[in-house]
């Protein structure tokens, strides 16, 4: 089955120069790359994209954890792959949630760690199941952003929107 998933370099994995590594890795399920950008996680897609933690104790740490606060590297990799199995091939290199239980070659076994404060810090994110993967990459990404159309659109015309042009 052909799906789409939301990977995020988180920024642990920016700040340890991993994206090199992270993406030759990827590149090994042979699945597409449809969308990709560097973005500026605000405090309020942060918490949107982990909302299913809220109740957690850790939660505010994982925000700023996303948010880069804790690594002084305030950005994320975020890109969406398309392809067979796209989640559960992703999902496999990704390795467990927790860096100490994942697969040693596993990248979170290879590069993730566990935090003073209880974070695992494990370098990426990958979306868990296809309706997980449908909420994250529409939170992410505009329909504009993604070279295939993954989800129905429609168009809304924009009267007097300000819009931000090359001077
Ligand atoms: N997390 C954590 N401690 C936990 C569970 C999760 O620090 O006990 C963090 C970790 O960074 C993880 C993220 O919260 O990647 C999201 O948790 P989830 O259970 O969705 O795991 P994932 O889907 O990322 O494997
Ligand atoms: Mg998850």
């Known amino acids: 089955m052909e799906q789409a998933v939301l990977i995020l370099i988180k920024p642990d994995g920016l700040i340890?120069?991993?994206?090199?590594?992270?993406?030759?890795?990827?590149?090994?399920?042979?699945?597409?790359?449809?969308?990709?950008?560097?973005?500026?996680?605000?405090?309020e897609l942060a918490q949107e994209h982990y909302k299913h933690l809220k109740e957690k104790p850790f939660f505010n740490e994982l925000v700023k954890y996303l948010q880069g606060e804790?690594?002084?590297?305030?950005?994320?990799?975020a890109l969406v792959y398309w392809g067979e199995d796209a989640i559960k091939k992703c999902r496999e290199l990704a390795g467990a949630?927790?860096?100490?239980?994942?697969?040693?070659?596993?990248?979170?076994?290879?590069?993730?760690?566990?935090?003073?404060?209880?974070?695992?810090?494990?370098?990426?994110?990958?979306?868990?199941?296809?309706?997980?993967?449908?909420?994250?990459?529409?939170?992410?990404?505009?329909?504009?952003?993604?070279i295939v159309e993954?989800?129905?659109?429609?168009?809304?015309?924009?009267?007097e929107h300000k819009v931000k042009t090359w001077a």
């Open 70 to 77: 804790i690594h002084d590297r305030k950005k994320v990799l």
């Open 150 to 159: 993954l989800y129905p659109q429609k168009e809304l015309l924009y009267k």
């Open 97 to 146: 949630t927790n860096p100490e239980e994942a697969e040693p070659t596993s990248i979170r076994g290879s590069y993730g760690r566990i935090t003073t404060s209880g974070v695992y810090e494990n370098v990426i994110h990958v979306s868990s199941n296809e309706p997980e993967a449908n909420r994250e990459i529409k939170l992410w990404f505009e329909p504009g952003e993604i």
């Open 16 to 43: 340890k120069s991993l994206t090199g590594n992270i993406l030759t890795r990827l590149s090994e399920t042979k699945l597409e790359i449809v969308a990709a950008k560097i973005v500026r996680v605000s405090r």
